[in-house]
């Protein structure tokens, strides 16, 4: 519920804040759940892990709940309530230990040298059934993203590689379009040093994240183009198709599979790997999903047994009608997307 616009709205809201620092948790439940998602994609663009947002939402409604006593209604709510929420986040990345990055685990399978190894290996993706009318949610002037854009898997990675501080101010301005005194507000700081953090970021995400000037942009999502392309990964996965899943892939196609550090670029190399998945007669099945906007599939190994049991989800990265990055995730990411750990025999 927002304070802004229609008077009655403004009214119903300043008696939920009313009896909300009275201590009635029910109408601070009415208050602050319009924002729930949006602060929990925010805490997942901070945090670059699902399940780490989740945790970072639940301490934010806690301490809004147990300080709302403390809301003197100078800002928003929902301004307020960012304030809480990155620095929550701030807070757990700089005390929290990073996941450890984890060995190859594919029995009889040994992969390729990978072209390099990943630094970014606690990411998780983001389901999308979660995004509902949160990308649509009004931005402020300042914002530069598509929201689309900014819940992608590349972007998302990139942000993850940005000093602390930086990362905040970047996603609080580009993002979200705060303004740089409502920055400064929320961390405790000056706008000069808000300008100087932004430039920094600025200067880190062009460094780090890989050029798509001249890119295609990827098709519109549920459009009959993605549809095309998507219907031709699931054959060539499926039926183990190795000359039609290359043909998808773009010559510099780049795959990861985080938490493991294994990354490879280009064609060749992720053509070699998939061989390898696809011997000794594995078979797969594919049950669609989306995730960080994206096509994503969890996959399925299928046994003798005719039981298939969950190998992880896949999530697609599109240009043009090819596909330019696979990242694959661990199988304890399928129950965030509502898949089972296995499927029985048809």
């Known amino acids: 519920m927002r304070e802004e616009g229609d008077p009655k709205v403004a009214e119903v809201a300043a008696d939920l804040i009313s009896r909300a620092r009275a201590g009635d948790g029910d109408a601070f439940r009415k208050l602050t759940e319009p924002h729930r998602r949006e602060l929990q994609v925010h805490c997942y663009r901070m ?29 928003s709510l929902r301004t307020w309530l960012y304030r809480i929420a990155t620095n929550r ?24 040298e ?31 993203y598509e929201q689309t854009e900014a819940i992608s898997l590349a972007f998302v990675t ?20 705060f303004h740089p005194d409502e920055v400064a507000g929320m961390l405790d700081s000056s706008v000069d040093s808000v300008k100087s953090a932004l430039k920094r970021a600025h200067a880190s995400l062009q460094h780090r994240r890989p050029t798509s000037d001249d890119r295609e942009p990827p098709p519109v999502s549920g459009s ?50 998939c061989a390898l998945l696809f011997g000794a007669d594995r078979r797969f099945g594919l049950v669609p999903t989306r995730a960080n906007g994206q096509p994503a599939f969890g996959a399925y190994l299928r046994a003798p047994d005719g039981i298939s049991h969950g190998i ?35």
């Open 89 to 112: 986040c701030l807070n757990a990345r700089r005390s929290a230990s990073r996941r450890q990055a984890k060995e190859w685990d594919v029995p009889n399978v040994e992969p390729p």
């Open 158 to 177: 990139a942000l993850q590689l940005l000093p602390p501080r930086q990362l905040a101010v970047l996603i609080l301005r580009d993002v979200l379009g």
């Open 312 to 346: 992880g989800l896949y999530v697609l990265t599109l240009t043009g009608d090819r596909i330019c990055a696979l990242t694959r995730f661990e199988t304890s990411v399928l129950p965030s997307f509502g898949l089972p750990r296995s499927l029985p025999s048809p």
């Open 114 to 144: 990978p072209t390099r190894l990943g630094e970014v290996v606690w990411l998780e993706p983001f389901p999308d059934a979660l995004l509902e009318g949160v990308i649509d949610v009004p931005l402020g002037p300042e914002a530069r």
């Open 224 to 273: 009959p183009s993605e549809d095309a392309i998507v219907a031709k990964f699931v054959r060539a996965w499926e039926s183990a198709d190795l000359d039609a899943l290359v043909a998808l892939l773009t010559d510099d196609v780049f795959m990861s599979m985080p938490p493991m550090p294994l990354e490879y670029e280009g064609r060749d190399v992720v053509a070699r790997f």
């Open 47 to 75: 945090l670059g892990s699902f399940a780490d947002a989740e945790d970072a939402l639940q301490d934010t409604l806690l301490a809004a709940w147990q300080g709302f006593g403390g809301f003197e209604g100078r800002a």
